[in-house]
């Protein structure tokens, strides 16, 4: 098949249902070593044929350095999910950022008015970042039970595709989603907030 032609991935077992592979069909099975030995298991096979109901199966051995570009292929892969995650988690703090401002204007009123009743600076920070921290916390556990669900929802639908039992996920997930929540958290919405102690007693008090 020319590369620029059309492909299909399909399971091995699913192939005989198909009828795809017929009579005087040629047959390429690509075994993939990855580690050698020697230079000539390297070559091991090449150009074996063997027939089989007719059809004519052309076994060779894939070398290592084709190997190293399907690992090289997927490594690019991943660098380009962790670039979309990193864009996710800056569009999040923009958000966040967002809203926290909006937030704060909201709650001027408010400031001017426990100022008035005789609240410290340091009390209005401990408040609104106690607030803040509560919610985060919320929302963290939220996020570990959804994730959870998804895994296994998705575990579920391709239980029948795996050839292999995946082992269960491990705390180091669940603990980076943690750590950047809160580092979002501190990092866009905390100034905003933060600005509503500079708020003077008298400010509410024009508006009466």
């Known amino acids: 098949m020319d590369s620029a032609g059309p492909r299909l991935m399909l399971h091995m077992d699913d192939v005989e249902k198909t009828n ?15 580690q050698m030995k020697s230079k000539s298991s390297i070559h091991l096979n ?12 052309i076994i060779c051995v894939i070398s290592v350095k084709r190997v ?11 660098s380009f999910l962790l670039l ?36 410290t600076s340091a009390q209005i920070s401990f408040i ?20 959870w669900l998804v895994h296994q929802t998705i575990l579920t639908f391709l239980e029948s595709l795996l050839l292999v039992t995946l082992p269960e996920p491990g705390i180091q997930p669940y603990i980076v989603g943690s750590l950047t929540a809160f580092i979002c958290l501190l990092a866009f919405a905390l100034p905003p907030l933060l600005a509503l102690r500079e708020t003077p007693r008298y400010a509410y008090c024009g508006k009466i």
């Open 20 to 34: 795809i592979v017929q009579l005087g069909s040629r047959v390429v099975i690509a075994i993939y070593l990855l």
């Open 46 to 57: 090449n150009g074996l044929e063997r027939e089989k109901n007719g059809v004519a199966a």
């Open 68 to 78: 190293k570009r399907l690992r090289e292929t997927l490594e690019r892969a991943e």
């Open 84 to 119: 979309g995650s990193l864009f996710a988690v800056l569009l999040a703090g923009v958000a966040i950022a967002l809203t926290a401002k909006r937030y704060s204007e909201r709650h001027y009123d408010y400031v001017a008015i426990l100022k008035t009743f005789g609240c």
């Open 128 to 147: 609104y970042l106690t607030i803040q921290l509560v919610l985060a916390a919320f929302a963290v556990v939220v996020g570990w039970i959804l994730g």
